[in-house]
């Protein structure tokens, strides 16, 4: 298992890369926000929440949106209650407060890769009725018809087009397009009013009273 350990602390990131490597694991370091970024791809990432460049927690955020399958633990001296909701909600699968032993963390690391294998694989192309949805190159077709999506309103039709005729509640769609369920939740219905009118109809995304909204599956 290859794992990316993202901590800018030079004396805990030479002890835990050391204790990694004696347990079998591959392991590769990134002291910035930006090197974690543009490192190769692992199976999971121990996540210092505070980097020189930047929260981890957008770091975080960024890393679950590239990716469901990629196991994430933040490994922090932040042991607020808050902190941890927020790591969580923002797409981390555990939460570790330093100071920890190796052993807590080599069972969480093995609890997140276990899972991770159990989860169903992230389609690159989803396609509902005429809707073409490329998850790899964030495109989406209606028809054979290129349509022009911005970030937001492309996370928001992929979180309804990752289950299709389902009615996917307002606070999921939230957290998967902002990482929150703060947000105002007008926010989605005005990115939704938007998205319908870019798809060519409006029937496509449905409404459903109370709960949020609906890619309708033909």
């Known amino acids: 298992m290859r794992i990316l350990l993202v901590e800018d602390d030079r004396r805990v ?88 032993s190796m052993v807590e963390l080599q069972a969480r690391i093995e609890a997140v890769l276990r899972r991770a294998a159990q989860a169903p694989p992230e389609r690159n192309l989803i396609e509902v009725g005429a809707v073409r949805v490329d998850v790899a190159a964030r495109t989406v077709t209606v028809a054979d018809r290129p349509v022009s999506l911005t970030r937001k309103e492309f996370d928001v039709l992929l979180s309804l087009a990752r289950q299709p005729g389902v009615a996917v509640p307002r606070d999921r769609i939230l957290l998967d397009a902002w990482g929150t369920t703060f947000a105002d939740r007008h ?9 319908r009118s870019k798809l060519g109809d409006p029937r496509l995304v449905e409404t459903v009273r109370g709960v949020g909204y609906r890619l309708r599956a033909e």
């Open 13 to 100: 990131a030479g002890a835990l890369l050391s204790a990694l490597a004696r347990r079998g694991y591959e392991v590769e370091h990134a002291a910035t926000a930006a090197a974690a970024l543009s490192a190769a791809p692992c199976d999971l990432v121990l996540l210092d929440l505070t980097l020189p460049d930047g929260d981890g927690t957008d770091l975080c955020r960024e890393l679950r949106r590239r990716s469901n399958q990629l196991g994430i633990i933040a490994v922090t001296a932040r042991g607020e209650e808050r902190d941890r909701v927020l790591g969580l909600r923002l797409g981390a699968d555990d939460y570790v407060v330093k100071p920890f």
């Open 187 to 195: 926010t989605v219905e005005v990115h939704v009013g938007s998205l």
